[in-house]
Structures are given as C-alpha cells and as structure tokens.
C-alpha cells in the first residue's frame, strides 16, 4: 500500500486512491510485484487456479438461478438446466469439468512446492494456508457432488457422512446431526447447497491470505535461492503475459472436456436418480478423492483408516518439520530428487487403487502404497533431511543460468 | 535452461494427465462382457445424428419400446431436432394423451397434447410398471444412454445379445437369458423380433438396424444439445488455438528483453 504520506495525486484514481489505496494496492501487488525471472512454467498453476475458482464461482451462481435443492425436484432441475436453459449444458459441464480441471491445477501446484521445497522457510504458514485450501476445496467438491441427487450423489454421500459414526462414544450422534435426520435425506441435500454455495466464497477468503503470505517474502524459484533484487522483474508485463499463454493452453485442453468428451470424467450410475433401496455395483467417489480413498480403505478397521486418512492430509502441512534439509530445490538434491517421482507414482498407484474394488491385490497394493506414503513422510524425508549431501549450489540465481 | 526447463515442465504435465486418464472412474468399471463397438454417426468430434436413423429410431421407440418404457424428459417440440415440421409435431403430439388441470371444477382431465407437453409415461408410477411386469421396473429411457458405459454400444449389444443360455446355466421363470446385461438374467424379453416394425422409408427393419436405428434415437433423447455442443467447440478451438500461439509469440517477444 502507497505510504500514508504520500502526496494526493491528480485526477479522480489519484483522489480515491489518496483515501482508499485500493488502485496503488492492486497497482502494487499486481503490477510492480518483483519476481524472479527464472520461473519455470511450473510456477503458472497458482494463477491458473484462482482463475479456476473465479470460473467455478461464476458458472455457481448461474446454476443455483436454476436448480432445486430438495430431494424429489433436485435430479430433474437439473435435466432442465441440460435440456431447458440456455446453455444450460455447458454451464453444467464447465462446472462440473471445472472441478476435475481445479483439483488437477493444485495438485500440479503442489507438486511444484514439493519438488523446489517452496514449503521451507520462510513460507511455511504459505504452505499450511495452501493445505487448508485444498481441504476447503474438498469439502465442496464432495458437497457438490451431492447435489445433482443421482445414484452415485447418494450413496457417495452415505459412505462419506457414515465414516464419521466412526467416531467413538458421539460417533453416531454426530452422524445424526450431520444429517439432519436418520439418513442422507432432504435436510441433507438442503444444508450441502447451502454449504456448497458457501465454501468457495471461503476459499477465496483464504487464497486472499495466501497471496499476502507470498507476497510478503517473494516466489520461490527453481533454485530455490533467495531472489535477490537484481533477479527479478516487475509481474506485469512478463508473468501477466506468461500466465495468460498458460491460460490459453489450459483453456484448450479444458475445452476438450466440456465440447467434446464432458462426461469423461463423470459416472454414469449418477444419470440414474438417487434411490435409497438401490446400491450401485461398485461407489466410487471423483477421481481426485480416490488416493484418499485407498488410504481409507487400506485398514480393516473403519476409525484407523479415517485417522490415516485425515492423518494423510495433516502430514502434508506438517511437511516444513519434516523435511528440514537446508537446501531447499530438489534440483540439488540427488536423492530427494528420486523419491519425489517415487512419491508422485505412489500417489497415482494410489488413486488408480481407490477406483478399483477394496479386495485381492488391488487392496494388497492399496496397502503397500499406502504404507509408503506414510514412511516417506515420516522416515524418507527426516532422514534425507540428516544424510543427503546435496549439489553444490550456485552462488546467485544469475550465475545458475 | 529455459527452454529444458520448459520441455521437461510439459513432459511432467503430458506424463500426469495421461495418467490420470488411466484412473478415470470410466474404467473403474467392474470386469463386464467386452462389448462389440459399432460404428456410430454421431460418435466423434464431428459426429452428427443420421437423421433417417433417427426418425427410423423414434418409430422403434414409439411402436415397440414405448409400451412399457417413458422418456419423460423429451418434450414433443424437442422433435424438431428429428428433422420433424412444426405441423407434423403438432400431429404427433395430439396422438397422446396428457394429464392436466384441474380446471374449474377442480377436476383432472385428459387433453390431446400439444408440443410444449413432454412424452408420457406408460405407467403412472413405479409400482404400476412393475406390477405389469413381473416385478421388475422398466426405467425412463431419457437418460439411459448416459446412465451406462459405453451407454450405445451397451444398448445395442443388450438388445441384440438374446440367444440360448450356456448348457448348465438355470434361468429363472420370466427371466432371459442375454449375454450383455449384468448377471445374465434379464427381465425383458427380446424386444425386436425381425419385422415387427414396417419402416416408412422402406429400408428392411433387420434386428440389428432396428437396434442401431433405436440406440441412435435414444443417445440422442440422452444427449440432445450434442450437436451444438460440438459445433460450438470448433468455434471455441478456432478462437482459442490461434489466440494462444499468439499469445505465446507476443510472450517470446516480451521476455526477449529480460537477460539471462
Ligand atoms: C484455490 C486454490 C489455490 C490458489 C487459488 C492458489 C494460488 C496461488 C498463487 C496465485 C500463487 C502464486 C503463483 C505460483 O507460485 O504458482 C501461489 C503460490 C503458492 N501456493 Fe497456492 N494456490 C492454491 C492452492 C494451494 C495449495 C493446495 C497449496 C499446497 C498445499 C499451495 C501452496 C502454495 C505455495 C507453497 C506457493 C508459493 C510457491 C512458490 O513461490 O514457490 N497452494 N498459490
């Protein structure tokens, strides 16, 4: 923000802005920004996916204009949407592809982080925040998916809400609670809109806190040095001209989705309406969920596989303590370097082992990639943090060039 | 450096979405009876109904599977998409009868539907479809193509996958046996039986057209903005390509001036 001092300038931003700085924020923040000009394309996902939550934002609302959230109109309002509303199909499939699009973008982005240590100091609470984000995003992606009341909607819902009755002693209270009534019912459906419409206005409260905690020390960079003044350039106009290519790319491919292949990603069984007295086959939750859902499944027992579920998730924010190796790119980092593509095909086998039914070897490895996420985590990287003897570093970004 | 750098963000980004295609839910799909895939008109991104097989296929619906099966969310105006003339839907529509009211006396009462009315259904409700059906529920056919994998070819196949049950295979009274459907035992008999409709446009209604001609039909009873969705795509693609390698110039161009 421009100093309290300083001097009124002319003209009517120059008034407003002498008042409320909100121009020399923007103008600040936006547009001097320093960044290092070294980023890779990696460094594109973050503004790719405030984008995203923007375009998600957006196609909401105008479907909230048009559907019903009760249990006997819900499935049909929104065949009317596909049917009946103008563009109503597409805003129903940029929405619905846009929440496979944003969980791809942010774990992109998170793999950034891992990979160049972009969770190190000074950017832990950064890190924390953005964990805290993709449990908000979870919440209402689980939360939205319920609302077109098909088959899988239901019973997604059901398997999801039950995990809680896990809980000793208030288990099945909360459950009752959580539910409005004794099963997913219309008092559920109700509450999840209005907690579906709600959470992405907190989402972006919290990206918000985000971009300050970035903001206040700077982008990591490839190196993973610190930047120093004379390696960086304003935001605009190289990164605003970086991120909008990035955002032509991702607008083809998203394109490709919704035009041409938009149930893709999508199960049929939720074509189907909900029906209480029919469980589908195999309930499957979105692709995005299915690591975690391995994980849950990885035990017999239904309270230890919540724990290392949510236990998954808590040791991603807990990664700063974690790995406390000084150096912070993987790129200088022989060692950490393998596990890091170790972990990310863990996590795919992961996701590929959720989809699969919990029984024979698709459990067996559901258990062993499993086992694994927790022993990189807990062992892999407190040990790399003693042991590893990294790469020399260069001396400046400049000289790494 | 940038440029490696570059390439090998791209290879890890192509690596990741190739493989979560793998993990696609579609092919979480339990271990069904592969399926025989036809050659659809509308399959692919420049895909179109065949507009014969269409009309050929609304003629299946309407003097076979109509008996016991709804597509409740296909309106009679949405025919136009056919091929139909505003008049000979207004003609199709006044050979059904719908429900309405109630009028002044508080009564319900039957009307000749009109083209703003949608299809109705063969049974007033669940129950009713099941009790004239040994129990088991024919469902809306409005969504089905959609509501299976690989919902046409899976359609077809059900419809023309009758025969003899393996030696050794019991089937259940009213049951049929049917390579396709889930367990084998289907409630419903072979629906198209050769010949049982005379196609106005002459072409021989064989089993396997009348299944191709009804599956055209009902994917797309499931999926009728299909057509317009793909055509906006290509002008979305014509925009968007030639924007973003522009884009991508007018980015080389800028950050030509940052030294390395
Ligand atoms: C709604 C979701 C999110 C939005 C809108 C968002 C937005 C952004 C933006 C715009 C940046 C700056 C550009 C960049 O460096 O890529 C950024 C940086 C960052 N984000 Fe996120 N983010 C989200 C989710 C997450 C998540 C889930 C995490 C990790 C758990 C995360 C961790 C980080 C970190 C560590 C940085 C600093 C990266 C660096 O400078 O190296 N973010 N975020």
Known sequence: MSAPNAPQKPGLIGWLDYRLPIFGFMNKELREYPTPKNLSYAWNFGSLAGIILLIMILSGLFLAMNYTPSTDKAFDSVERIMRDVNFGWLLRYIHANGASAFFVVVYLHMARGLYYGSYKSPRELLWIIGVAILLLMMATAFMGYVLPWGQMSYWGATVITNLFSAIPVVGDDIVTWLWGGFSVDNPTLNRFFVLHYLLPFVILGVAFLHMIALHTHGSNNPTGLDAKKEDKIPFHPYYTIKDLFGLGVFLILFSVFVFYVPNYLGHPDNYTPANPLVTPAHIVPEWYFLPFYAILRAVPDKLGGVMLMFGSIALLAALPWLDRHPVRSGRYRPLFKKFFWLFVVNALVLGWAGGKPAEGHYLLIGRLCTAYYFIHMLVVLPLLSKFEKPHPLPTSIAAAS | ?260
């Not at chain 2, 196609?199 to 994917?219: K, W």
């Open chain 2, 1 to 260: 450096m940038t440029m490696t750098m570059t390439k090998r963000s791209l290879v890890f980004v192509a690596l990741l979405l190739a493989a979560m295609a793998q993990l696609s839910p579609a092919q979480a799909a339990g271990e069904a009876e592969p399926l025989p895939q036809h050659d659809w008109s509308f399959a692919g991104p420049f895909g179109t109904f065949d507009r014969g097989a269409l009309q050929r296929g609304f003629q299946v619906y309407r003097q076979v599977c109509s008996a016991c099966h709804g597509i409740k969310r296909v309106a009679f105006r949405n025919l136009a998409d056919l091929g139909y003339s505003a008049e000979e839907i207004k003609a199709i529509a006044a050979e059904y009868q719908v429900t309405d009211g109630p009028n002044d006396d508080g009564e319900m009462f039957q009307r000749k539907a009109t083209p703003a009315d949608r299809f109705p259904s063969p049974y007033a409700n669940e129950k009713a479809a099941r009790a004239a059906n040994n129990g088991a529920y024919p469902p809306d056919q409005s969504l089905i193509v959609k509501a299976r994998h690989d919902g046409a070819n899976y359609v077809r196949a059900l419809l023309l996958g009758y025969g003899e049950a393996p030696a050794g295979m019991k089937i259940q009274d009213g049951m049929h046996y049917n390579k396709y459907f889930p367990g084998h035992q289907i409630a419903m008999a072979s629906p198209l039986m050769e010949g049982v409709v005379t196609y106005q446009d002459g072409t021989p209604a064989t089993q396997e057209q009348m299944a191709n001609d009804v599956v055209t039909f009902l994917a797309w009873a499931a999926e009728p903005e299909a057509e317009a969705r793909k055509r906006m795509g290509l002008k979305v693609m014509i925009f968007l390509v030639p924007m973003t390698i522009a884009l991508y110039l007018l980015k080389r161009k800028i950050w030509s001036r940052v030294k390395h």
